[in-house]
């Protein structure tokens, strides 16, 4: 495969897997602080409390960049450093460290991308109901129109959300990433507050002028057959349009209102596509799945009794 001169090779992160710092500077708790404290959600009981420190390695961390030639850096900013309890006023030392870290990577002339949301909700939003409550879409546009008042003249790249299915589905019907239920309403909900808090953020940003690329990413991984099948004999793969991409149209599908469908029809800019794992799909039971999962409204894939298997 040949990339073009001008292709950007670059790395990224997730503001809980790399800052650290979790109670300093006026930052608030996350749901992630509080599901990996919680004993037995977390392999060997890790936490992001300390994590890789770029909070106070920030200037190591950008001569590591600048040496190893990276020309772009994906990063994602902690909603409870900006807002402590997801809603008021900025914080200004949380303002601060980012813009520490956009101007530190443009004077290496690596190019900032900037992240919105990567799962890091405040905590004071989930106990009032967390993505499952329209109020969390309404109060994300407003951080996201804070943060892009503070760093749009320096960050040509935003991105709403980092893979909405996965903070949805695994966070909300599979018990596994934060905030933890199992409760395959819940993940409904989530999935389609997540989308909506993504088109009234697209709303405010592109209401502030600029040419800066707006976008999302999600989690697109290709699926190929375990086997090789006759070609008329269907497979899995064939079939397998992505949960990231089905759980949008399942959510627009079962009576959205017209207004909020509106506001999701907002064009991007850009797609970022997370490509995690190489998948090969396989005819095999899934797992029992959680209670309440066993609903229509669930899962697809489950339906058919069909899982894809991690390779």
């Known amino acids: ?18 800052e650290g710092a979790v109670n300093e500077d006026g930052r608030g708790a ?6 990996s404290h919680t004993p037995g959600k977390v392999y060997r009981g890790d936490t992001g409390d300390i994590a890789c420190d770029q909070y106070h390695r920030l200037e190591e961390d950008l001569d590591l960049m600048a040496d190893l030639g ?4 994906r990063f994602s900013v902690a909603w409870p450093r900006i807002q402590p309890e997801g809603s008021g006023p900025a914080n200004q030392k949380g303002l601060d460290f980012y813009r520490r870290l956009v ?53 040509p790249y935003w991105i709403t959300l980092n893979e909405p299915w996965v903070a949805s589905w695994m966070g909300h ?19 389609h507050h997540l989308l909506l808090g993504h088109g009234l953020a697209l709303k405010r940003l592109r209401s502030a002028g600029g040419d800066n690329q707006l976008g999302v990413t ?43 469908a509106e506001v999701l029809r907002g064009a991007v800019d850009a797609l970022g596509g997370g490509v995690d794992v ?34």
């Not at 990276?70 to 850096?73: F, G």
């Not at 699926?223 to 990231?244: I, S, Y």
């Open 1 to 18: 495969m040949q990339f073009p001169e001008d292709f950007l090779w670059g790395t990224a992160t997730a503001s809980y897997q790399v």
């Open 30 to 35: 996350s749901i992630w602080d509080t599901f």
């Open 70 to 73: 990276l020309k772009a850096y």
């Open 103 to 155: 101007d530190g990577l443009r004077e290496r002339s690596i190019e900032p991308m900037l992240t919105l949301y990567h799962w890091d909700l405040p905590q004071a939003l989930e106990d009032r109901g967390g993505w499952t409550n329209r109020e969390t879409s309404e109060r994300y546009a407003e951080y996201a129109g804070i943060l892009y008042e503070a760093l749009s003249d320096s960050v």
């Open 173 to 191: 019907a599979y018990g596994v990433h934060a905030p933890g239920h199992k409760d395959s309403g819940k993940a409904l909900a989530a999935a």
């Open 218 to 260: 999600l989690n697109l991984h290709p699926a190929h057959p375990a086997r090789d099948r006759e070609p008329d004999e269907e497979h899995p793969a064939k079939e397998d349009l992505r949960p990231a991409v089905r759980h949008v149209l399942r959510v627009l599908g079962q009576g959205a209102e017209a207004a909020v």
């Open 278 to 311: 190489f998948r090969r799909a396989g005819e095999v039971l899934f797992p029992e799945p959680p209670a309440g999962l066993a609903d229509g409204a669930a899962h697809a894939a489950q339906a058919r009794r069909r899982a894809l298997l991690l390779l």
